[in-house]
């Protein structure tokens, strides 16, 4: 009897091992697919000319219009988009999108995965506001959109929108927000592949004010830099910049802002602890005593505040404006800037990162790059792309851009990141029963 239990216990013990070296064995072999989400650019306008760069003649791109859905060729490095927004599949490249009207104005921002929440700093929809919200739902079912709006005043009530599949629409900001003059806008999609962009755009009559794309954030933050802030002088007179804040919570929040330059860092006057009440977008007047080039600033709050930063300029005797928006940490990444020739800009505390530009006959070149606080580096001419490696610490990173058209700073992150998710398997055994 003894030994028939014992031989029980022997066999139970055996039986268990097995199953559970099975079961690690099915776990330990789980196959992950990884890939990077396609990146929508966004539409162009009547009068508007706008050009991606893409790192290849055989990237593959399709337009989010209709019943389009197959990829082809773009058989262009500088690629010329007519009408309806586009959609690049491509491998671990970001893409500069460049939009401009002739002599009247010019932006940029990059073309990046759907998102579920964005936030916008910027722009206006009083009398001289012309600006507009477009929103790109790139998936194959309809998308319904949040649109939620805060100006002077505080929260508006916000707007449910929905975008068909494979489509666009465009939406004036004096639709969903008329008078306003200070606005801050969050889009989130409930459902579908959906991109929003914002473009501020002003006038008086016939007169152009500018226009530039505002560029988004993922979420409010208790500590923001915005880097590459373009600083102008002209006849002894500098350029106006207007720092936007904008408290979503109704505690409010009290905020230090830091104007961070190759002179040093120093707090301005009137916002070294200056408190910001909860719910309204204020502006505040930031203009620093400093020579012409650029700047960044940091603002450290004790509540989750967004904030951005509106610019006058002058381009060939005609007026512009530029936007620049909280910049996050830059990451290993590669950027396709065929055509175009930015300057960068890091801020951090101690910088130092490599980068590699690749030329248009086919040559790369590495340099080494290191500073303290701020450092502006201009990307050699006929360059296609630029990789960053190597990154030492927090370095918020932008590009200024310029042409006789306008100026744009744009604040520099991936625009696609690589996802991976299960692969699911069969088991024949179940099946089988």
């Known amino acids: 009897m003894r030994v028939r239990r014992l031989f029980f216990f022997v066999a139970l013990v055996l039986i ?164 306003s003059s200070r606005l801050a806008l969050r889009v989130t999609s409930r459902s579908g592949r959906v991109n929003a962009f914002l473009l501020d755009e002003r006038g008086k009559g016939l007169q152009s004010l500018g226009a530039d794309f505002v560029n988004p954030v993922d979420a409010p933050s208790t500590n923001i830099v915005i880097s590459g802030i373009p600083h102008q002088i002209r006849k002894g007179k500098a350029g106006a910049h207007v720092l936007r804040v904008l408290t979503p919570s109704a505690a409010g929040a009290n905020i230090r802002v830091d104007v961070i330059s190759k002179d040093g860092v120093f707090a301005p006057i009137g916002l070294d602890g200056r408190d910001v009440p909860g719910g309204s977008v204020l502006d505040f007047n930031l203009n620093p005593t400093m020579p012409a080039g650029s700047f960044s600033i940091r603002i450290r709050s004790n509540e989750p505040i967004v904030a951005g930063v509106l610019s006058s300029i002058v381009v060939a005797s005609h007026r512009d404006l530029v936007w620049n928006s909280a910049t996050p940490s830059l990451v290993p990444m590669k950027l ?59 370095i918020a990173t932008s590009a200024l851009i310029k042409s006789i058209s306008g100026i744009a700073s744009v604040p520099i992150a991936p625009g696609s990141t690589l996802a991976r998710a299960p692969i699911p398997s069969s088991d024949i055994g179940v099946i089988g029963h």
């Not at 650019?41 to 859905?69: D, Q, Y």
């Not at 050699?380 to 990154?391: C, G, H, K, L, R």
Request: hydrophobic fraction near 40%; glycine fraction near 8%.
């Open 16 to 179: 268990t091992g097995v199953v559970s070296n099975l079961l690690m064995t099915d776990a330990s072999t789980t196959r992950y697919s990884e890939s990077y989400p396609a990146a929508v650019c966004p539409p162009t306008e009547a009068n508007v000319i706008s050009k991606v760069s893409v790192p290849s003649k055989k990237t593959l791109f399709r337009k989010v219009t209709g019943k389009s859905t197959n990829f082809v060729p773009i058989k262009s490095t500088r690629y010329l988009i007519t009408k309806y927004p586009i959609l690049l599949n491509y491998t671990g490249v970001t893409s500069f999108v460049w939009q401009s009207n002739s002599g009247v104005w010019a932006g940029s921002t990059l073309c990046a995965a759907p998102s579920t929440d964005q936030w916008f700093v910027g722009g206006t929809a009083d009398v001289i506001g012309r600006g507009r919200l477009f929103l790109v739902n790139s998936g194959l079912s309809e998308a319904l959109v949040d649109v939620s709006v805060w100006n002077e005043g505080g929260l508006k009530s916000g707007k449910v929108i929905a975008v068909s599949a494979n489509s666009s629409m465009r939406i004036s900001l004096d639709s969903i927000a008329a008078g």
């Open 336 to 394: 396709a800037i065929r055509g175009l020739n930015p300057k960068f800009i890091f801020t951090g505390d101690s910088i130092s990162l490599t980068v590699v530009v690749h030329f248009r006959n086919g040559a790369s070149r590495r340099y080494k790059l290191t500073g303290n606080d701020i450092k502006a580096w201009n990307v050699p001419e006929q360059a296609t792309s630029v990789t960053f490696s190597d990154i030492r610490g927090k």
